[in-house]
Each structure stands twice: as structure tokens, then as C-alpha cells.
């Protein structure tokens, strides 16, 4: 095993011929994430998604394991295959609170990586664009034959929402600030159900809800983070009706995506509007899309060399180990949240979703000095 000078240790596992990895090329690659006693944590060949890294100097980030990470790479090629260990007293030093039971003091988190593609940056940045803009052309016909195939005769917003009434209503239609009850079913358009408040439908499509209550969701229009197709379509349903929502991804989770929800992606709900409560209509007023309290200051992903792989990483813990939630786009907008850091790291939230996470302070402090 050689050791970086973080105290890192590695092992080559092939030796392949060819160009070594050089800063700014893009990695893609399979691991697998194992304790010291083989258990696997996390494996990109079970969940299907590989991992995907531009290697940048080792100085611009200060993450223990992506800092580790871009010393090692450098010594490998395409189809390489490599063992790194990771001390776990150096990745919970500081927050020890933080350290789970499998990986007792002196134990290692253990990445076996194989190299499948490198790519140099303006490659990659080529093949992603024509692969959004493939997605992107392919929504609106998919939407068109979903339509078709159902049968659906539905009315169109200015928006661009589509909508059906299934089950009308002569009560009190809801406006933003009223607290509403909906039971929901969500369906991708290969019928696939995704999400439901509905206990019977959750069982006869398979889906895994530990501890979720199945019941209506309650909420307050127009200012919980909802996506904004609901927002626009639940204003359409009177209290205890129903209808059929087809919200083009402009008007749900855009170019992100969420979860299993795929960037790009119409979906499909039928909403069940259970109960209005008239509130207060001026608070959902003050607030409109991209906008933050006052108080929070504001970065760009890619406000400065270096910071992107960081800055467009949300976590949902602070710490570098916490699961990734959202692969922010470059050129996102957020929000530090002031007197919520912990350790390296500060919350933020994006200011198209309203979703939050953790970053780095070291990428934080790069992209705001850029802004001066």
C-alpha cells in the first residue's frame, strides 16, 4: 500500500497503459463503499449510477476524501482499478458525535474504483448538454403520447399545466395562504408510481414507504416548498373535489430532478383537495419564486475556480461523508443560512427548490470572494 501525504492509503489493483488522469479531466467511474469487515455501504453496480468527478488541484478543496481522492487519481489511467482506505478518525475528527457504530475508532472506509471513462473537460461538458438537450426535446412528445394512450381530454393553463376536473366541487376553491389537505397519487409517465398518501395504492404498486403516515398531506399554498404545478392546480379544485394533473417539468422539479424523478420529467398526479382552511392570503403574497428571506447572503455554484465540485454537491449532513441530495446544476443560486454551521460545513438552500443541505465553508468563501 503506498500513502498519500493526507495519511490516505492506496493500492493500484491493474496497470494499465495509456495518458494518466491530468487535472481538469472528467472521471467516470463504478465503487464500491465497504466498512473493514467487507459490509457494503454503498455500491454504484446495485444502484446503477456512476460516479462522476473533474479532477482538480488538490490545493482548491479541503475535503478529506475528494482531496485524497485528486492526489490518487492522478496516478492511474482509464480501467484502472484501485483500493483507497480512508481513516475514520480523520473523517469524524471534530464530530465525533457523527461516527456510526460500524466504524469503531481506527477502523477504515474502504472505496474499491474502477475507471470507466476519462474525458476531458470541454468533452464532457459536450456530451452532457446534447444528452439535457435530447431529454428536453423527447418530454413534450412523451407527454403528447401518454395523453393519447389514456385518453385524456384536458384543458391547458398559460403556464403550460394540464388539467381535468374528475370530481367536481361547488365548494370554496383554495387561493395562497389557505392551509389544504390533499391525498395524492404521483406516477411517472411509464405509469410507474412514485409517491402516495394512499395506503392501498402504496401496497398494489410495490412501493416502499418505511414509517411514512398515509394520509393527506397538509400544507400551506404557495408557501411550503410545493412544487409549483400544485400550487397552480389545487387553485383549480374546490374543496372535497378531484383531478387529474399533468405538470410538464418547468413546473416540477426542472432540470434537477428528485430522487428516482428524472430531470426533464412530466408527471402525472390525481389530487383529492380533502380540506381548505381559509389563512393568511398577504404572507403567500411577499413571497415569489427565487426569493429568500432577508438576511441570508448569496453564492453561485461556479463562482469560483474550483469550487463547483463542492459547491454543486448538496449534502444532507455536515460532513463530507453525507449522502449527496441534490446534484445542483452549475450557475444554482444559494443561500447560506446564517448560525447553522457545524464543523467545515454551512447549510444553504437553493433558491429554485427551496431545498436545503450542507457545503463546504472552504467553497462558500471561494465563490463570495469572487463576487467582490
Known amino acids: 500500500m503506498q500513502r498519500t501525504a493526507g495519511g490516505v492509503s492506496y493500492r493500484l489493483l491493474t496497470h494499465n497503459t495509456g495518458d494518466r488522469i491530468k487535472i481538469d479531466d472528467v472521471l467516470t467511474f463504478d465503487f464500491v463503499q465497504k466498512t473493514d469487515k467487507d459490509s457494503v455501504l454503498m455500491s454504484s453496480y446495485v444502484s446503477g449510477n456512476k460516479a462522476q468527478i473533474q479532477i482538480v488541484d488538490p490545493k482548491s478543496v479541503t475535503d478529506l476524501v475528494e482531496t485524497n481522492l485528486m492526489q490518487i487519481f492522478p496516478m492511474a489511467t482509464v480501467n484502472d482499478s484501485l483500493l483507497v482506505k480512508f481513516p475514520t478518525d480523520s473523517i469524524f475528527k471534530g464530530h465525533e458525535e457523527q461516527r456510526p ?16 471513462r476519462v474525458q476531458s473537460l470541454n468533452d464532457a461538458i459536450a456530451e452532457r448538454n446534447a444528452a439535457i438537450e435530447k431529454v428536453k426535446a423527447a418530454e413534450a412528445s412523451d407527454a403528447a403520447k401518454y395523453i393519447a394512450s389514456h385518453k385524456l381530454v384536458l384543458k391547458t393553463t398559460a403556464s403550460g399545466l394540464k388539467y381535468v376536473i374528475t370530481q367536481s366541487s361547488l365548494k370554496a376553491k ?5 392551509t389544504v389537505e390533499v391525498n ?12 402516495t398518501s394512499i395506503e392501498s395504492v402504496a401496497k398494489a404498486s410495490n412501493l416502499n414507504q418505511p414509517g411514512r403516515p398515509y394520509e393527506p398531506i397538509k400544507f400551506v399554498l404557495g408557501v411550503d416548498n410545493i412544487i409549483p404545478g400544485w400550487v397552480e392546480g389545487l387553485q383549480l379544485v374546490g374543496e372535497g373535489g378531484k383531478a387529474t394533473l399533468v405538470i410538464p417539468s418547468a413546473l416540477a422539479y426542472g432540470e434537477q430532478g428528485s430522487g428516482e424523478i428524472k430531470p426533464y420529467s412530466t408527471l402525472v398526479f390525481d389530487v383529492e383537495l380533502v380540506k381548505v382552511k381559509p389563512g393568511k392570503h398577504d404572507l403567500a403574497a411577499k ?18 475556480a474550483g469550487s463547483t465540485i463542492k459547491i454543486t454537491n448538496l449534502r444532507s449532513t455536515p460532513a463530507a461523508t453525507g449522502k449527496i441530495i441534490k446534484q ?20 444553504v438552500i437553493d433558491a429554485k427548490t427551496n431545498t436545503t443541505g450542507w457545503v463546504s465553508k472552504a467553497a462558500v468563501k471561494l465563490a463570495e470572494k469572487a463576487k467582490k
Open 101 to 116: 457504530p460500524f466504524f469503531p475508532k481506527g477502523s477504515n472506509l474502504n472505496f474499491v474504483i474502477k475507471i470507466e
Open 328 to 347: 445542483l446544476p452549475v450557475n444554482a443560486k444559494l443561500y447560506v443560512i446564517p448560525g447553522k454551521d457545524v464543523g467545515a460545513y454551512c447549510k
Open 174 to 178: 383554495p387561493l395562497k395562504g389557505d
Open 184 to 195: 395524492y397519487i404521483g406516477r411517472s409517465l411509464d405509469d410507474k408510481v412514485f409517491d
Open 287 to 304: 413571497k415569489t419564486a427565487g426569493e429568500m428571506p432577508p438576511g441570508l447572503s448569496s453564492i453561485e455554484a461556479n463562482s469560483a
